[in-house]
C-alpha cells in the first residue's frame, strides 16, 4: 500500500474542521488534518486570506498558499457582520473543531466566543492559537512567531559566540506551534469519545519552543546555567559541526554517540584521542571542541565531499551534505521517500512541493487538491445550509461573502 493509493480509507474522515485562522500556525495545523482525511473549510474575509499574498508569486497567484491550503475548501464569509455570524453558527452546529488565532476577546465581540458555541455544538473543539495564549499581561498584545523564537531562548542560543542572537529565515515557532496544535486537537478529539463534550484547547505560540529546545530549563533551575551561544556546535558533545571538503561542499558531522564519536577518530587518523579519559564523556569532549574540529577539518578538507561520505559510511560514521532546495529534489532518498509530490493546480498547472509529513499503512494521508481559488467552494458549502443563489448574491453584494 502506498501513499498515494487514493482508495484506502484515511484515518480523520468524518471529521469536519472550520478553518477561520490566519497565516501558519492556525492554518498549518487544520492542513495536517486535512492531509488525512478530515473535511477542512478555510474561511476566508471576502478580501482573501493573507498568506494568498506572503511570499513569491507566480502569475499573481500565490505560492505559500498553493502549499498551506491544500486539500481544503475555500468559503469567503464576513464574521464581523451580524449575517456572516449567523451563518457560521449554522455551520458550527456540525462541525467538530474550529480553528482561530484571533486577538483574545474578538469572537466574543462577535457573539461567537466559547458559551455560544459551545451550546450550539457541546461536542465542539475549540481550537485557539495566539501569540501569548488566553490570559495573563501580555494576551491582548499582537504575537507572531519571530516573538516567540526571541522569547522562548531560540535566538539567545542561536549564532555565533560572539556574535548577535539569530532568528531563523523562516516560521520556525509556527511550524512548531501548528504541529503542536494539531497535537493538541487529536488529544482533545480523543477525550470527546470519552466524555461526549468538546473543550478549548488554548495554544499561545511561545510556548511549544521553550519546550522543544530541550533541558534549558531544568538546566536553569538545577543548576543556574543558562546556555550560550555555540555556532554550529554543541555543549553535549563532539565533533561536531560543519566542515568543507576540497571541493567546496560542506558537511555535517554529529557524533552524538559515544561509537561514532570513536569511528570518526579513528577514520580521521586520530585514534589516539581515544584513549584520553575526556573522551568518553560527551559533554567533556565538547570542551576539547577545537581539537577534534582541527582533526576532522584537516581530513575533510583534503578530500572532495563525495569521498569523504562514502569513507564515513563505510566507516558507519554520520554525516550529512549540507542541502539547498535544489539538492533535496534530486537526492535519491528523499525520491525514494516520495518527500516532494507532484500535484495538478487549476491555477498553475503540475506543482511540486512537500507530501504528507509520515507515512501509516492502512489508512495513509493524501494531497488531494493544492490550495483553491478564493471562494471557489462558497456555493457548494453554504447551499448545505439551506442558503440559495438569490440570497448568496444578495450577501455577496453585501459584502458578506
Not at 501513499?3 to 468524518?14: F, I, K, M, V
Not at 483574545?104 to 475549540?126: A, D, F, M, Q
Not at 581539537?291 to 578530500?303: I, K, N, T
Request: proline share 6%; aromatic share 8%; no cysteine.
Amino acid at each position: 500500500m502506498t501513499q498515494t493509493d487514493r482508495n484506502t480509507p484515511q484515518a480523520l474522515s468524518g471529521i469536519r474542521v472550520l478553518d477561520i485562522a490566519t497565516l501558519f500556525a492556525g492554518p498549518f495545523a487544520a492542513t495536517l488534518m486535512g492531509d488525512f482525511g478530515a473535511e477542512v473549510i478555510k474561511i476566508e474575509h471576502p478580501k482573501g486570506d493573507p498568506v494568498r499574498t506572503h511570499g513569491a508569486e507566480k502569475k499573481g497567484v500565490g505560492l505559500w498558499w498553493k502549499m498551506l491550503s491544500r486539500n481544503k475548501k475555500a468559503i469567503t464569509l464576513y464574521l464581523g457582520s451580524a449575517q456572516g455570524q449567523e451563518i457560521f453558527k449554522a455551520m458550527v452546529a456540525d462541525a467538530d473543531v474550529v480553528v482561530e488565532n484571533f486577538r483574545p476577546g474578538t469572537l466574543e465581540k462577535w457573539g461567537l466566543g466559547w458559551e455560544v458555541l459551545s451550546e450550539i455544538n457541546p461536542r465542539l473543539v475549540l481550537a485557539r492559537v495566539t501569540g501569548f495564549g488566553q490570559k495573563g499581561p501580555y494576551s491582548k498584545r499582537p504575537g507572531f512567531g519571530t516573538l516567540a523564537e526571541a522569547m522562548s531562548g531560540f535566538a539567545a542560543i542561536t549564532g555565533d559566540p560572539d556574535g548577535p542572537p539569530t532568528l531563523p529565515p523562516f516560521g520556525l515557532a509556527d511550524g512548531v506551534a501548528g504541529l503542536t496544535l494539531a497535537f493538541g486537537i487529536m488529544t482533545a478529539l480523543k477525550a470527546r469519545d470519552q466524555t461526549g463534550q468538546g473543550q478549548v484547547l488554548d495554544l499561545a505560540i511561545i510556548e511549544p519552543l521553550v519546550t522543544l529546545l530541550g533541558a534549558q530549563a531544568i538546566t536553569f533551575d538545577q543548576l543556574g546555567v543558562e546556555p550560550k551561544r555555540t555556532g554550529n556546535r554543541t555543549s553535549n558533545n563532539a565533533p561536531r559541526n560543519t566542515y568543507q571538503a576540497r571541493d567546496g561542499r560542506w558537511l555535517a558531522v554529529s557524533t552524538s554517540a559515544q561509537s561514532i564519536a570513536e569511528r570518526v577518530m579513528t577514520l580521521v587518523g586520530r585514534p589516539e584521542f581515544i584513549n584520553e579519559p575526556w573522551f568518553h564523556s560527551g559533554a567533556l569532549r565538547a570542551q576539547h571542541a577545537d581539537e577534534l574540529d582541527s582533526a576532522v577539518q584537516s581530513w575533510v578538507s583534503e578530500r572532495d565531499g563525495d569521498e569523504v561520505i562514502r569513507q564515513f559510511e563505510a566507516a558507519e560514521a554520520a554525516v550529512a551534505p549540507i542541502y539547498s532546495i535544489a539538492d533535496i529534489f534530486a537526492d535519491p532518498q528523499y525520491q525514494a521517500l516520495n518527500t516532494i509530490g507532484t500535484y495538478h493546480d487549476e491555477e498553475l498547472g503540475d506543482v511540486r512541493f512537500p507530501n504528507v509529513m509520515f507515512r501509516l499503512s492502512d489508512t495513509p494521508g493524501h494531497i488531494n487538491s493544492t490550495g483553491p481559488r478564493k471562494g471557489r467552494d462558497t456555493v457548494e458549502v453554504l447551499s448545505r445550509y439551506g442558503l440559495g443563489a438569490d440570497e448568496l448574491e444578495s450577501l455577496r453584494t453585501a459584502g458578506v461573502v
